[in-house]
């Protein structure tokens, strides 16, 4: 089951459990009946509009399913139905990855329905629109320190929910990607032998994100640029940290390797650097 079937199931448990008990008078249950001109939904009730939506949704036929949620916003504003309508909209939108267009329907959503009870659901998609987003580590990283703000607000705002559960599990692997990030431009330098500005990229890997996959690498980076700066008890402190705390990593090892031998490799392309760049997970 995918991520965005699970997003979606909270809000089919009981689709019509707010609109009492009025029958669905304006509607048979065919798409066939709602291929007319728009105005006919005018003459259809909130709740048949709502669970047409709902049907739409759940055929994937995700344009339909916005027109008919915003049909009960726009022709029933104040029924009770209006604010589901408003939250599956921005979901219908997510589905079809029109993310600016879900997050100004969850915005709307978050302003106007704050006690729904709904609402960390709500916070939670927004976070996803975000996340969704998250370009690859070779590209400026705003787009990942907005998604995890916003899945930080769904921990803080929600700290006992699932949805907070699965925001961590995401605010880590968003670290991971700025800690790819940090890699990607310190190796950069190191290959160029701009060493000072290597030094800061990897340190700030080790400070800031020492509980990513990156961390034995970026402490390797730096014995080895120690070495080349012929700063060798440096490079001894840097790998007595490195195995001290991945005593098994093959990072570690090689670093073992450079201060025995006393052969720096400051390049960045002695054997198997290669190999382990495209296994690094970013």
Not at 41 to 48: F, G, L, R, T
Not at 145 to 151: F, G, I, R, S
Request: with cysteine; net charge neutral.
């Amino acid at each position: 089951m995918t991520i965005r079937r699970l997003a979606l199931l909270p809000l089919l448990l009981a689709p019509l459990a707010l609109g009492g008990c009025e029958s669905l008078n304006f509607w048979d249950g065919k798409e066939s009946s709602l291929r007319v001109n728009g105005a006919s939904y005018a003459d259809m009730s909130p709740e048949a509009l709502y669970a047409a939506g709902l049907e739409a949704l759940k055929a994937e036929r995700y344009a339909q399913a916005v027109q008919l949620f915003e049909a009960v916003e726009r022709d029933h504003p104040y029924s009770t139905w209006a604010p589901n309508a408003r939250l599956m909209s921005g979901y219908a939108e997510y589905s079809r990855n029109r993310y600016t267009e879900a997050l100004a329907q969850l915005d709307r959503f978050i302003q106007l329905s704050p006690a729904h009870r709904d609402i960390a659901y709500a916070y939670y998609l927004r976070a996803l629109c975000y996340y969704e987003q998250i370009a690859d580590a070779q590209r400026d990283q705003q787009g990942t320190e907005t998604a995890m703000a916003a899945l930080q607000d769904v921990v803080n705002r929600f700290p006992n929910s699932t949805y907070a559960r699965d925001a961590r599990l995401k605010i880590d692997l968003a670290r991971d990607h700025l800690a790819g990030k940090e890699m990607n431009i310190g190796r950069f330098y190191e290959q160029r032998r701009l060493y000072a500005a290597a030094i800061g990229r990897f340190r700030s890997v080790v400070e800031n994100y020492q509980t990513t996959n990156h961390t034995p690498e970026a402490l390797y980076r730096l014995t080895e640029i120690y070495l080349a700066l012929g700063l060798p008890e440096e490079a001894k402190k840097t790998a007595s940290v490195l195995g001290h705390n991945y005593p098994g990593s093959p990072w570690y090892q090689d670093s073992y390797a450079l201060l025995v031998d006393g052969a720096p490799s400051a390049e960045g392309n002695r054997p198997g650097f290669l190999r382990r760049a495209v296994n690094t997970i970013f």
